[in-house]
């Protein structure tokens, strides 16, 4: 079986992740041995439309068959959360001003995972019903956000229910490294290894 989707297993992956996420054992968290309930979806860059394409799809059959997903995606949170503290414009207005380091650094102060990021996606949590979350734009939020930071600071907020976070890269497990999400299959740098890779996850 695969690890990811890439352009040749798009079709297999669909069917895999339909059949995973619609299963009661993945629904009840069966078999996780005490772990946190979060999945890596990890995707080849080259397919990003169509797992966006995928995304959708799988939401609709889901919801179809009673499953409810809440969809997040980590950029259109973090705009949410710029507009709603009030420094959106200015922060658009910075942007021409101030050197690449100094703007990460900037977003990286008001996006933070613990401070801002977390409790935001907290509120969501509490305001919706439903059966799965689904995090994307991962990709998106590089610099300024790294996935391990945002999966770190879930692990208390998000374990009721299962997690799915789709992932432009490979999650990769070593003995020596450990596991390591490798965003874009380049950046080694992000160790995380409470989550599971849900193709390597039974129905």
Known sequence: ???SITKSNIQESFAH???VLSGQRFLQKQGLGNEVPFFICPYDVDVSVDVERLQRQLVNRLEQAGIRILELNL???SIEILKERGIWVQILEMESSVSKEEFKELLQGVLDP???LVPAIAAKLVTNEFDVLFLAGVGEVFPYI???NVLNNLQSTAK???TVMFFPGAYTHSLESGASLDLFNRLQDDKYYRAFN???CEA
Do not use: G, V
Request: charged content about 25%; glycine content about 0%.
């Open 146 to 148: 790294r996935s391990h």
């Open 198 to 200: 849900i193709f390597h």
């Open 75 to 77: 950029y259109d949170l």
């Open 17 to 19: 992740l339909l059949t």
């Open 160 to 162: 009721d229910k299962p």
């Open 1 to 3: 079986m695969t690890s």
């Open 114 to 116: 613990e401070a801002h």
